[in-house]
């Protein structure tokens, strides 16, 4: 279980570093198979979004572990990564609201960045 801790720390500095706004971290692994948790983040125009997605492949990538799949990168709204054990999200702030996956997975339990410490 710390893998995955490691991995959403990592990404949530990843995503702070490039201003990303408004991240949350949901816990789903008591809901879901298909990770322990979700990283959702906004970002105000396409190339911050790149910069944010950029930087999270990056350091995870320093820290031994690969996206098995990226989504969405091409149109810069909603970019998809799949690590395997957490899932991030970034999006614009007009899709954020419109896919609005914290209501989708209310079930999760949202948690802060220093529990995962």
């Not at 949901?26 to 105000?44: H, K, N």
Request: no cysteine; charged share 30%.
């Amino acid at each position: 279980m710390e893998q995955p801790k490691e991995m959403a720390r990592i990404a949530y500095h990843a995503l702070a570093d490039k201003k990303g706004e408004d991240i949350k971290i949901i816990d789903i692994a008591g809901i879901s198979v298909l990770a322990d948790y979700f990283l959702i983040a906004s970002g105000s125009n396409e190339s911050q979004i790149r910069a944010m997605v950029d930087n999270v492949e990056d350091e995870l990538l320093k820290a031994g572990y690969s996206v098995k799949q990226r989504e969405g990168y091409g149109t810069g709204s909603w970019v998809l990564m799949d690590f395997g054990d957490i899932i991030v999200h970034v999006f614009d702030k007009e899709n954020r609201l419109f896919y609005d996956l914290e209501r989708i997975w209310r079930d999760g339990k949202t948690i802060d960045i220093e529990s995962l410490s």
